[in-house]
Nanobody, 125 residues
Framework: QLQLVESGGGLVQPGGSLRLSCTTSGLTLANYAVGWFRQAPGKEREGVSCISNSGGTTNYADSVKGRFTISRDFTKNTMYLQMNSLKAEDTANYFC??????????????????WGQGTLVTVSE
């Protein structure tokens, strides 16, 4: 079965860095657009960053531009989110998602079919 599993979340101090990983199975990641989304308690799930399979199209939420970087390793079928200069407002459950490239239009949750279970990122002293 197709699966996505996030890892790398945890507690980090403001200004610190984390790298989230999303390992996939049951798919060839090179055929998919991928994205990272986050959801804080009581909030809607929001897009953090998305990238097309070729890397020619990327999106970042305004709140993370210049701080977060999305990347993929096709040989490992793994995607990453490098998060630098973390702020308290970055605290959320982070989810990875994938969608076949021809269906990718916008970096919003409704555009993605396959999802991981999430990993919690807490930015606090």
């Amino acid at each position: 079965q197709l699966q996505l599993v996030e890892s790398g979340g945890g507690l980090v101090q403001p200004g610190g860095s984390l790298r989230l990983s999303c390992t996939t199975s049951g798919l060839t990641l090179a055929n998919y657009a991928v994205g990272w989304f986050r959801q804080a308690p009581g909030k809607e799930r929001e897009g953090v960053s998305c990238i097309s399979n070729s890397g020619g199209t990327t999106n970042y939420a305004d709140s993370v531009k210049g701080r977060f970087t999305i990347s993929r390793d096709f040989t490992k079928n793994t995607m990453y989110l490098q998060m630098n200069s973390l702020k308290a407002e970055d605290t959320a459950n982070y989810f990875c998602a994938a969608e076949l490239t021809p269906l990718f239009r916008r970096c919003v949750p409704s555009q993605f079919k396959y999802w991981g279970q999430g990993t919690l990122v807490t930015v606090s002293e």
